[in-house]
């Protein structure tokens, strides 16, 4: 992976830079000391480091205009940052840039039940805005796994989803407005607490811009009521086709679950070691989840369970408790972490249509043997975003590039399968380089005038989403 | 001009001397424009259409009733149950699914499933400058690239011609029931928030006319359950209502005068209700859950002016008097990025000049 050459200049300039920089914003915001610098070396995408010029955590909108304000009349580039739980690099900086972290902009500003909104600073923790409003009834409905640590404003820029996006859509769908600081610092406030704001539909072209077109330093979220109940079922199958297959007469028949959770044999394997969840060992995994009434759970589960039998599972088991439930969900939601135990991975998140599941997870198997590198899967089958997992060696010389390699191809797959790059974690700069595979030139050249506009001088976060072939030009 | 291929629109486009006014099927025109009639009506046919992974592909000039009947065979339907207003503003044009983009339209269900543009997942277009371009594919999850395809749905063709959609679909409801308080506008604000705080899942919730009406879809056993203990909450009853009619505001067809939308927090309908009815306002109507309101106005009356300090925005879907600007003006900071993004996507200011 490569990234631009630090401007000599920039660095050359560190110290009238910092100085500035304490100017325009309280001392404790502002660190320097490349001890402190170095816990933002890297996001969650942590095979790729590189300290950052200087670090700014500003505590309001205000201080955030002022930093990017000293930033662009700097010409200082600056890398917008939530909790640092990107997966594909996103908030991974550059020696010549300044860290934007919104860290400290955590608070709650405003809760109101009767319009069903939560208004709350863009670094509060996902899972804490559920928790603001959760003693009342409510929730915030996009569910990211990282959600105990990702900040709203990580999940803005990516436009975050989670296992019950099914239903519930993804981070766009729940958003209804923010407050957002440009590059030359001016605040700026798109939508509000009614629903589709007037002229442009500027507040969707924010959400999943990465952090290139603004920083948010508040975000306006829908709140839902809490359903009366939910309750999953697990059902195991031989082969990974019949359980695509179920899948898709799920979806046929008309019922909607919140999530329909799909696992192969490995990553069963790891996280039934990992968590001892029950988990049988079977070819494939489905975690289909319903929610409502006990009648109405029951009435869904009918339904479900029916299809599920026609396709003969090697195991159906319906919870029964609380307690079931939450092992049910315990594996899948330490999938990642099991398999991190087992061995270094790389998470991948192409999208394909639902149909060509069976086809993609041949291909990847091929891909595998090809490669000589093991591979598990688990994804959310209900909108087809697939996670595959692929396992290597950091010690070993030479094999994280493999690794990359092979990811790539397994991303190409899921383009010519007629699917994408990436469905809920973003470019970065992970797949900035794949992006030729799914655009062609103009495809590409109209998203970077959007930048322009936004950011003429292409000083936000500029070297990740496009390749760097294709931005250079807007780069200089 | 009737291209019947994206390359023909393209070639169109490209040589283009003057200004388009972009037509799909003259159903939903909204403010004024002015250019040469470029019809989007060849480009027809479902391109795509796979129910077991909720996904239809269509080109711009596909008829809506077409789509709608195909869905409805398969026991699927577009989330967001977009709103015709032939009756309203009285034209005879066959819809297409490019004006329901074009126009964002979506009605009663937006406070469930959304609106168009969060079923919108993939888009084809031609720009200004006669590029063809495509943004977002045929999959529910895609954050491939900065989301052009939100910033076209609700754009009124101004950004670029729409050449073909795509659309993550919903199972069609098996059962669907009604529950109607009978009440004054005043208290009506209270019962939708009561019945959008409550887990039953509201898919509908309107007042008009002394009514309260909150609707439930979904899984029969389940309507039945839902409307019976919503009916007890809000002391209501289970009874027919005509969402067609609401989603279509057919009531304002006979009305005279001019027919504003304006979008509102729901708790600040009442207010602003009143504020109308001091403008001359005659016949209001609340959905998404009093967060839309329709609102007629006689001759020369700016309804905007009710707004006053709650934020919002209101456009003139009938514009008997041409008055007014269709569209609500933008602040200062908002106007300078939608004019820059304008003059990126259409630089020579041809695509429906002087719309939105």
Redesign the interface.
């Known amino acids: 992976m490569q990234m631009p050459k630090p401007n000599a200049d920039i660095l050359a300039r560190k110290g009238e830079i910092v100085a500035r920089l304490r100017q325009v914003l309280p001392a404790s915001a502002v660190i320097d000391d490349p001890f402190e610098t170095k816990a933002y070396e890297c996001d969650a995408l942590s095979a790729y480091r590189c300290p950052p010029l200087a670090v700014v955590l500003p505590a309001n909108t205000e201080e955030t205009a002022a930093a990017l304000k000293a930033c662009f009349e700097m010409g200082v580039p600056v890398v917008p940052r939530g909790s640092g739980t990107s997966l594909a690099g996103g908030a991974l900086p550059t020696e010549d840039s300044v860290i934007l972290g919104v860290a400290r902009l955590n608070g709650v500003l405003e809760t ?6 939560i208004r709350v600073q863009s670094g509060r923790t996902n899972l804490s805005v559920t928790g603001a409003v959760e003693a009342n ?1 409510y929730f915030y409905a996009p569910d990211p796994s990282s959600q105990l640590a990702c900040a709203i404003a990580g999940n803005i820029a ?2 975050s ?1 989670g296992a019950h ?2 239903k519930y ?2 981070t ?2 729940n958003l209804l407005g923010v407050k957002m600081v440009t590059m030359e610092g ?1 605040v ?3 939508g ?14 924010i ?3 990465e952090g290139q077109l603004g920083v948010v330093t508040e975000a306006t979220l829908r709140i839902l ?4 109940g939910a309750r999953p079922v697990l059902i195991g199958f031989d082969s990974n086709e019949v359980a695509g297959a179920c899948v ?2 799920i ?2 028949a ?3 679950p919140v999530a329909i959770e799909f696992m192969d044999r490995p990553v069963i394997r790891a996280a039934e070691n990992f968590t001892h969840a029950g988990y049988p060992d079977v070819e494939a995994l489905l975690i289909i989840e319903v929610e ?2 006990e ?2 759970i029951a ?2 589960l009918e ?1 479900i369970t029916e299809i599920a039998r026609r396709h003969n599972p090697v195991e159906l088991r319906e919870s029964q408790s609380a307690e079931e439930s939450a092992n049910i969900w315990k594996g899948r939601k330490a999938a990642f972490g099991a398999m991190g135990q087992i061995n270094d991975y790389m998470c991948l998140d192409g ?5 060509k599941l069976p086809e993609t997870l041949r291909g990847i198997t091929a891909l595998s043997r090809q490669y000589g590198l093991d591979v598990g899967n688990v994804f ?1 089958a209900g ?3 697939m996670h595959p997992l692929i396992l290597y060696d950091a010690n070993k010389p030479g094999d994280l590039e493999l690794c990359e390699a092979m990811g790539a191809d397994i991303l190409k797959l899921c383009v010519e399968v ?10 970065g700069v992970e ?1 900035r380089e794949l ?1 030729h595979s ?3 030139g ?3 050249d ?2 970077m ?6 950011d003429p001088k292409w000083l936000l976060n500029p070297a990740k ?1 496009f390749p760097l072939d294709a931005s250079e030009g807007r780069r200089q | 001009m009737k291209p019947v291929s994206e390359a023909e629109l393209a070639e169109i486009v490209t040589s283009a001397k003057g200004s388009f006014e972009i037509i799909g099927g003259g159903t939903r025109q909204i403010g004024r424009t002015e250019g040469d009639p470029l019809h989007t009506s060849g480009l027809s046919g479902i391109s795509l259409y796979e129910p077991e992974a909720l996904t239809l592909v269509a080109q711009a000039g596909t008829p809506l009733a077409e789509i709608e009947t195909l869905l409805a065979e398969n026991g699927q339907r577009l989330p967001f149950e977009p709103y015709d207003l032939r009756a309203l503003q009285g034209t005879t044009g066959t819809p297409t699914i490019g004006g329901v983009v074009a126009t964002n339209a979506s009605g009663p269900r937006r406070i469930q499933a959304g609106a168009c543009r969060d079923s919108l997942i993939g888009v084809r277009f031609v720009d200004g400058l006669g590029r063809i371009i495509k943004n977002g594919g045929r999959v529910m999850k895609n954050v491939t690239g900065y989301d052009l395809v939100k910033l076209l749905a609700g754009s009124h063709g101004t950004l670029g011609v729409l050449t073909e959609v795509s659309f993550k679909l919903l199972p069609a409801s098996e059962a669907t029931a009604s529950v109607l308080v009978q009440e004054d506008e005043a208290t009506s604000a209270a019962t939708m928030a009561k019945a959008m705080a409550s887990p039953y899942d509201i898919s509908g919730a309107a007042h008009t006319d002394g009514t309260t009406a909150l609707r439930l879809e979904g899984l029969e056993g389940s309507v039945r359950y839902r409307s019976h203990v919503l009916a007890n909450l809000l002391a209501g009853e289970v009874a027919a209502f005509d969402w067609v009619a609401q989603r279509d505001v057919q009531a304002f067809a006979g009305l005279k005068g001019d027919v504003w939308r304006i979008s509102v927090k729901p708790s600040d309908g009442p207010a602003l209700a009143e504020a109308l009815r001091r403008l001359g306002a005659e016949t209001i109507n609340f959905d998404w859950a009093g967060g839309l309101i329709w609102a007629n106005a006689p001759e020369g009356q700016d309804l905007r002016k009710a707004l006053g300090t709650i934020s919002g925005h209101a456009t003139v879907i009938r514009n008997t008097f041409k008055k007014h600007r269709s569209f609500h003006p933008e602040g200062a900071a908002i106007e300078i990025l939608s004019s820059g993004l304008r003059n990126q996507f259409d630089p020579r200011g041809i695509l429906n000049p002087e719309r939105l």
């Open positions: 109101d039940y009767d319009n069903r909104f009834g990516m436009n989803g996006c099914l859509g993804v766009t769908n001016e700026i406030e798109i509000g607490a009614h629903l589709d704001a007037a002229g442009y539909d500027l507040l969707g072209l959400c999943g811009s009521a809490k359903p009366e898709s007469d979806i046929r008309g019922v909607l409502g009434s009648a109405e009435e869904q339904k999208t394909i249509p639902v149909s959310h909108d087809g975003n007629g699917g994408c790059l990436t469905g809920e974690h973003g470019v797949k992006m799914q655009f062609g103009d495809d590409l109209i998203q005038a959007v930048k322009d506009v936004f989403v």
